[in-house]
């Protein structure tokens, strides 16, 4: 997709890993693809288990020097969502939904590199996506894939279908900030009109993002314009 493609069989992390090149001071664009990872890592400190060969795990890591960073994540699930499919919905902040269920995630780091006039900033966009169905348990509600939806798709076909146009999203990105990216959220936005609850325990009902990202929520004290917080919802 217009840059270096590494696969590896197994990695702690991709995310880790392209954050240690990058303060190791390698800030080439790259793309790194495993089919295992032995630590993977989802936002809030929370771990990521992706299945070898039923997963879609990569990080794509490039210099990016956006006039306002906010919005970012936000940018890169837009695009995600609308490679994938017309099914695939947005969770805010980033999570990929399909029919209430979490189908995939995205965890954005940042590095800064170099000094004086050469400094600059290194963004690792971490993506982890099912892609084959896990069996049943019985103990908890198993996660979406992309087969409920698309029977034939693998990880290679879901990777070719989604690196170019995600390239391309960063590098809108970086020239016009989230507003581009605003209405097209919030088509795909699955809390629009839903009851939800921050975790300050705060409810309200959800009304999409702002031109930055941030989420709107009408509450009983007004509109809250929301940058951080978990929100939960309740099952319909
Ligand atoms: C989340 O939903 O909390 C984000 C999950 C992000 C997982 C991906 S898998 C590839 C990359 N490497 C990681 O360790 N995490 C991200």
């Not at 947005?90 to 029919?99: E, T």
């Not at 290194?122 to 198993?142: D, F, K, W």
């Amino acid at each position: 997709p217009g840059c270096a493609v590494e696969v590896v069989d197994e990695i702690d992390s991709t995310n880790s890993e392209l954050m240690r090149r990058a303060r190791a001071g390698r800030t080439g664009r790259v793309l790194l693809v495993a089919r295992e990872q032995t630590a993977g890592r989802g936002r809030l400190g929370r771990g990521w288990v992706s299945r070898a060969g039923e997963s879609l795990t990569f990080s794509l890591g490039l210099k990016l020097a956006p006039a306002d960073w906010s919005g970012l994540s936000l940018a890169v699930g837009v695009s995600l969502a609308e490679s994938l499919h017309p099914q695939v919905g947005l969770k805010w902040p980033n999570d990929l939904w399909v029919a209430d269920r979490k189908l995939g995630g995205i965890l954005v780091e940042t590095a800064s590199f170099g000094e004086g006039a050469a400094a600059g900033r290194y963004a690792v966009v971490g993506v982890g996506i099912n892609i084959a169905p896990r069996p049943e348990t019985g103990l908890s509600t198993p996660p979406a894939a992309l087969q409920d939806l698309d029977p034939a798709v693998t990880a290679d076909t879901a990777l070719q279908r989604l690196g170019a146009p995600l390239l391309a999203a960063l590098e809108a990105f970086e020239a016009y900030g989230f507003t581009p990216f605003q209405a097209r959220f919030n088509a795909r936005d699955v809390l629009r009109d839903r009851e939800v609850q921050l975790s300050d325990g705060t409810a309200g009902t959800a009304h999409g993002v702002s031109e930055a990202g941030a989420l709107l929520v009408h509450t009983a004290a007004g509109m809250r314009t929301v940058t951080s917080s978990e929100v939960s919802v309740r099952p319909r």
